[in-house]
T-cell receptor, first 113, second 115 residues
Framework: AQKITQTQPGMFVQEKEAVTLDCTYDTSDPSYGLFWYKQPSSGEMIFLIYQGSYDQQNATEGRYSLNFQKARKSANLVISASQLGDSAMYFCAMRGWTQKLVFGQGTRLTINP | DGGITQSPKYLFRKEGQNVTLSCEQNLNHDAMYWYRQDPGQGLRLIYYSQIVNDFQKGDIAEGYSVSREKKESFPLTVTSAQKNPTAFYLC??????????????FGQGTRLTVV
């Protein structure tokens, strides 16, 4: 079975600081993909970053990077130089060969000016 | 423009009535998904489909039904058996995982309220 765990219900950080959102996962698939999405108050789902389980390097997309530690089954999202517009819900997700795409409970990030 | 269209955006139904939520995509994606989201909560998988005429139950399928007669369409029916149907419903699609660019694309969601 696939499972995603996000243990931080809410995070508060000052503008321009870096923030790390935690994500751990569990799966029996030999290969899989890990995703992070952002959901503003409007409800839309915005894809941020992707990491494949066999990728040798951590993924980066602009201010977003994914700290992938396969042995620890963790895929933390790092946002550098946070901005007020980063305030939103953030979801970690996983997908394997079964094509089942599962999400964690999310972390509500609030950026303070 | 390619994308996923969910309709309607808001839906009100009386208790005990079945209701069908529409999801259409023109991205030529094989895989499609339905999720339920309650306020302040994560996305819970209801059903997913890897290919036309095939679908699998997700984690909370009870009280819901789907069909996949066309690649572009994956409608979700919320039946009267669903105990607490009021929620935000999101539809998504993607290419088969294992290929590059495998992120799922989401519709704008349907907010269902049962009164």
């Amino acid at each position: 079975a696939q499972k995603i765990t996000q243990t931080q219900p809410g995070m508060f950080v000052q503008e321009k600081e870096a923030v790390t959102l935690d994500c751990t996962y569990d799966t029996s698939d030999p290969s899989y993909g890990l995703f992070w999405y952002k959901q503003p108050s409007s409800g839309e789902m915005i894809f941020l970053i992707y990491q494949g389980s066999y990728d040798q390097q951590n993924a980066t997309e602009g201010r977003y990077s994914l700290n992938f530690q396969k042995a620890r089954k963790s895929a933390n999202l790092v946002i550098s130089a946070s901005q007020l517009g980063d305030s939103a819900m953030y979801f970690c997700a996983m997908r394997g060969w079964t094509q089942k795409l599962v999400f964690g409970q999310g972390t509500r990030l609030t950026i303070n000016p | 423009d390619g994308g996923i269209t969910q309709s309607p955006k808001y839906l009100f139904r009386k208790e005990g009535q079945n209701v069908t939520l529409s999801c259409e995509q023109n991205l030529n994606h094989d895989a499609m998904y339905w999720y339920r989201q309650d306020p302040g909560q994560g996305l819970r998988l209801i059903y997913y489909s890897q290919i036309v005429n095939d679908f699998q139950k997700g984690d909370i399928a009870e009280g819901y039904s789907v069909s996949r007669e066309k690649k572009e369409s994956f409608p979700l029916t919320v039946t009267s058996a669903q105990k607490n149907p009021t929620a935000f419903y999101l539809c998504a699609s993607s290419i088969e995982w294992g290929q590059s660019g495998t992120e799922a694309f989401f519709g704008q969601g349907t907010r269902l309220t049962v009164v």
